[in-house]
Nanobody, 124 residues
Framework: QLQASGGGLVQAGGSLRLSCAAS????????MGWFRQAPGKDREFVAT????????RYPDSVKGRFTVSRDNARNTVYLQMNTLKPEDTAVYYC???????????????????WGQGTLVTVSS
């Protein structure tokens, strides 16, 4: 199970840190990802991180502003979001790939478990 938290209302240019706590499974062998979905839009890839935290991927839309990290001792993955823009407004979801699969996929279909989502609203 995945439990995301940390969303809220922030002004443009501000920062937020999302957290996703995982329970069950072997967290240290699971590729984790973050996705978001704005109203009326498809779910969009935001970030992914490998088992050790040493490799990450981002789309161009967030590269340089968002940073994904993980703490395997706490079974938690984080998404640090800086220089937020109104277009970052969305429900953010954390997701887990099946254990033991190392590829840093950007496709939502490759993730087997999803958190409940946390709403991020960026005001202009």
């Amino acid at each position: 199970q995945l439990q995301a938290s940390g969303g809220g209302l922030v002004q443009a240019g501000g920062s937020l840190r999302l957290s996703c706590a995982a329970s069950g499974g072997s967290f240290s062998t699971i590729v984790m990802g973050w996705f978001r979905q704005a109203p009326g839009k498809d779910r969009e890839f935001v970030a992914t991180i490998n088992w050790s935290g040493g490799s990450t991927r981002y789309p161009d839309s967030v590269k340089g502003r968002f940073t994904v990290s993980r703490d395997n001792a706490r079974n938690t993955v984080y998404l640090q979001m800086n220089t937020l823009k109104p277009e970052d407004t969305a429900v953010y979801y954390c997701a887990a790939r099946p254990s033991g699969l190392p590829y840093l996929s950007t496709g939502a279909k490759d993730y087997a478990a999803w958190g409940q989502g946390t709403l991020v609203t960026v005001s202009s």
